[in-house]
């Protein structure tokens, strides 16, 4: 549906301040929390949540309360998103380059505080990883999830110790593994050994941009991986890129939950995921979701939530 007239001026009353507009230059990169902004900006909290109200108000951006935390993006209206796309075009790149400086500083915090973690817990990544959930009942889920093969090309985004590759492993006629971490690489290596598996290939690589050709895989995972990251949304769209068509993606992570000390005990940037931001993320990357399958913990602990969805296959043409 369109803007109204109304909607309109109201949405470009709500951008017309300059803060608001450095706000929404930083907001189209990623999802930023009231912290995060009030520091890239060097203004205070209550001031920046005041802006942050009547742009929400406004429908510009949107608002997502995650544990004791907010968070804020860009609105998913297309209509919405394009006003926004439209204003920031008409701005001085030259002018948001401090902020964006700023923001780089966060992100530099960030990214070093992850990586050492990552390199320091990779040893015991494994038992880590169950501190809060079944793995047994977990992984069972997942490989009746991903279905009974044979798979051409298996893909595990964020490997970690390379347990995705090892449990589906032997369906697969090749597999690859991508992670940041060199030690966690350098132990899904072993565990690849260990377990028997000759054609899987392990590469340090992103999972923003792993490099990898569109729809070269019929089965791509993110396991445990989505809240570690700034953007969420980004990676799902990137391996969704990869899927071929009839192929699948299986995205396992946490139910939302509110479990605040895990973002400084284990680095998680977000507490879990709803069904709805899960399947919108999807749709938008041209995949058909399927039910999403909840694995409640055997006692107090998380929800573990697995995701799938395909990439429609090709019909066959007729032949006259």
Do not use: C
């Not at 993606?249 to 709803?274: K, S």
Request: net charge negative; charged share 25%; aromatic share 4%.
């Amino acid at each position: 549906m369109s803007l109204t007239a109304e909607q309109t001026i109201e949405a470009l009353r709500a951008a017309g301040e300059p803060t608001r507009l450095r706000i929404l230059a930083l907001l189209a990169g990623e999802e930023l929390s009231v912290m995060e902004l009030s520091r890239v900006l060097d203004q205070s909290q209550p001031r920046v949540s005041r802006h942050l109200k009547l742009m929400t108000d406004a429908g510009l951006i949107e608002r997502f309360p995650d544990g004791a935390r907010v968070f804020y993006r860009v609105s998913h209206d297309v209509d919405a998103r394009r006003l926004t796309d439209t204003v920031l075009d008409l701005l001085d790149d030259a002018e948001g380059e401090a902020d964006h400086a700023r923001l780089d500083a966060v992100r530099d915090e960030r990214a070093t505080a992850a990586a050492a973690y990552f390199e320091t817990v990779a040893p015991s990544w494994d038992r880590i990883r169950s501190l809060y959930v079944s793995e047994s009942a977990v992984e069972s889920a997942i490989a009746r999830a991903a279905g009974p093969g044979p798979f051409d090309r298996v893909v595990d985004l964020g490997t970690g110790s390379g347990r995705m590759l090892t449990l589906l492993g032997s369906k697969a006629r090749m597999s690859i593994g991508l992670d940041l971490s060199q030690n966690m690489l350098n132990i899904a290596r072993a565990n690849v050994v260990k377990a028997g598996l000759d054609k899987v290939e392990l590469r340090h690589g992103d999972i923003f941009a792993t490099r990898l050709p569109n729809q070269s895989a019929d089965l791509v995972l993110v396991h445990q991986v989505l809240h570690y990251l700034v953007d969420p949304a980004a990676a799902v769209a990137e391996a969704a890129r990869l899927v071929s068509p009839g192929g699948k993606l299986l995205i396992v992570d946490f139910a939302p939950h509110d479990l605040e000390q895990l973002r400084d005990e284990h680095q998680h940037r977000r507490l879990g995921f709803a069904d709805e931001e899960i399947g919108r993320w999807l749709a938008e990357a041209g995949l058909d979701a399927s039910a999403s399958i909840a694995l409640p913990p055997d006692t107090a602990g998380l929800t573990v939530t697995i995701w799938t969805a395909t990439r429609p296959a090709i019909a066959k043409r007729s032949v006259a």
